[in-house]
């Protein structure tokens, strides 16, 4: 049984990110990618809608100067042949402010020839828009019933 791709990728973009090595996760990025991170790209420029692997490139490197990912656990995640989509919850540092960010994402990814052909990431933007903009003592705090 061989690997499925969305580990390679997944290894390989957590690698991009942290230690800023985009040798080994470019070929793994079809040259014409369709890519999407739906979210508020008013806050977050390298969110939206990017098409080639130049463009999905430069997004990694826009991530991997403004993070570094400490943790991510997968919440749940399904595998298909040439397919994968999961949800995660990620631990984060903000570069510019050495501030803790936790986000919750979902992605739905698919590949060709173990290639990243397509993906589309969802991202709970309320919580990361709160954590981005808002000082910790204007945050919205949940209360249970």
């Known amino acids: 049984m061989t690997e499925h791709s969305l580990w ?3 290894r390989a973009l957590h690698r991009a990110i ?3 090595q ?5 070929p793994l990025i079809d040259e014409d990618v369709d890519w999407t991170i739906h979210g508020p790209v008013e806050f977050f420029h390298c969110f ?5 692997r130049s463009a999905v490139m430069e997004v ?12 991510f656990d997968r919440e749940a995640i399904m595998l298909g042949p040439d397919q994968a989509s999961s949800m995660l919850h990620y631990s ?6 050495n501030k803790p960010v936790r986000v919750r994402l979902a992605h739905f990814a698919r ?4 290639r990243l052909s397509s993906i589309r990431i969802m991202i709970d933007c309320c919580e990361l828009v709160e954590q981005a903009v808002y000082p910790p003592h204007m945050r919205m705090v949940a209360v249970s019933a």
């Not at 985009?22 to 470019?26: D, G």
């Not at 984060?92 to 402010?97: G, I, M, N």
């Not at 590949?111 to 173990?114: D, L, Q, R, V």
């Open 22 to 26: 985009f040798s080994e996760i470019e």
């Open 8 to 10: 390679r990728f997944s």
């Open 92 to 97: 984060l540092t903000a570069l510019d402010t």
């Open 60 to 71: 990694i490197r826009q991530i991997a100067e403004r993070v570094r990912v400490h943790r």
């Open 48 to 52: 939206g809608a990017r098409r080639g």
């Open 111 to 114: 590949f060709k020839e173990g």
């Open 18 to 20: 942290n230690e800023r």
